[in-house]
């Protein structure tokens, strides 16, 4: 799955979202993709066919 690079804008100066900040900023960047990772390994991301370490069945009530 190819997914798109990560997409950046400072909203307090461009709140039409015109201008991608990421290059100025790959800290960010960085931090973000950390983030995102975690939280894949944790959830699971469908996109790219993985299960997560924190789920559990659908509860039912009988």
């Known amino acids: 799955m190819d997914?798109?690079?990560i997409e950046?804008?400072?909203l307090s100066m461009d709140l039409g979202e015109t201008s991608n900040v990421a290059v100025e900023n790959p800290e960010v960047v960085e931090k973000i993709k950390q983030l995102a990772d975690t939280m894949?390994?944790?959830l699971g991301d469908s996109l790219?066919?993985?299960n997560g370490t924190e789920?559990?069945?659908a509860g039912t009530i009988e």
Request: no cysteine.
């Open 48 to 50: 790219k066919e993985m």
């Open 40 to 42: 894949r390994k944790k």
């Open 3 to 5: 997914l798109k690079e």
């Open 55 to 57: 789920n559990r069945p």
């Open 8 to 10: 950046l804008y400072d």
